[in-house]
Nanobody
Framework: QVQLVESGGGLVQPGGSLRLSCAGS????????LVWYRQAPGKQRELVAS???????YYPDSVKGRFAGSRDNAKNTAYLQMNSLKPDDTAVYYC???????WGQGTQVTVSS
């Protein structure tokens, strides 16, 4: 089964950090463009990172300078390092290929004191 599986979410205090993982199963992520999205309760899903296979990354202003994507091709896994987290970052985070494929279950990130 071809899928991406997110993990690494949790509860963190404002100002803290988390690293999310996105493991490929049944696919090789090496040559794929990858995206990270998030969806907060009552809000639309929004893009937070776009990672091309050539290393050209895009981040919206809401997370620029705080979030950074990377990938470990040997582990067939992508990562989203999130620093200086804010309560507004609370959401379910998803990774996907680009163009978009099926959505996984995501991983919950809660930023709260």
């Amino acid at each position: 089964q071809v899928q991406l599986v997110e993990s690494g979410g949790g509860l963190v205090q404002p100002g803290g950090s988390l690293r999310l993982s996105c493991a490929g199963s049944g696919m090789n992520i090496r040559d794929k463009a990858l995206v990270w999205y998030r969806q907060a309760p009552g809000k639309q899903r929004e893009l937070v990172a776009s990672l091309t296979s050539g290393g050209y990354d895009y981040y919206p202003d809401s997370v620029k300078g705080r979030f950074a994507g990377s990938r470990d091709n040997a582990k067939n896994t992508a990562y989203l390092q999130m620093n200086s987290l804010k309560p507004d970052d609370t959401a379910v985070y998803y990774c996907n290929t680009w163009p978009l494929g099926a959505w996984g279950q995501g991983t919950q990130v809660t930023v709260s004191s």
